[in-house]
């Protein structure tokens, strides 16, 4: 079983800056990700990682698992793109708005959420605390919290981990 839960990080100014100098280049990242896809024609992971991980992780200072959800996060919009073009979402090959969504790039937000795992977070449920993976390396004892209801639901009151989660800069 799969259980999403969304947690708020509480962070001091100085993991919050941290978090934020992480996200912001994750994003920028994945917007050179969306532009190497592009311009190659590479939407597949395994192929656009061959052509963009080594960069990813040297430019920007990125570990193997942020770079990988960088290729990753790509990988799906083009994918999403892909099945919304298939099923006629964005109107038919001759309309304007087809051919605006396949004539650009993916672009991404400065501010867009990063996905994480658990090889990048370690939680201390009973601390409502995470250990959790920035560019100025591992920051320790972040205080998250949740709403009531979901705690006894959560896979912490268990002794397990959650199986993924976004992050978004601090306050959103």
Known sequence: MKLTVQVKLLPTPVQAAALEETLHACNQAVIW????????????????????YTAVKGRWGLGAQAAQHVIKKTCDAYTTLKANLKAGNLGKPSSKRYRRAVEKRIAFR?????????????????QRTVSIW?????????????????WPAWPCAA????????????GS
């Open 33 to 52: 990700v969306s532009s190497v896809a592009f311009e190659k024609d590479i939407k597949r992971n395994f192929a656009l990682r061959e052509h963009t």
């Open 110 to 126: 400065r501010e867009g959420a990063q996905p994480y795992d658990d090889r990048m977070l370690s939680w201390q449920c009973t």
């Open 134 to 150: 920035t560019l100025a390396g591992r920051m320790k004892q972040v205080a998250f919290t949740a709403a009531p209801n979901i």
């Open 159 to 170: 002794g397990a981990s959650p199986i993924c989660c976004s992050v978004t800069a601090c």
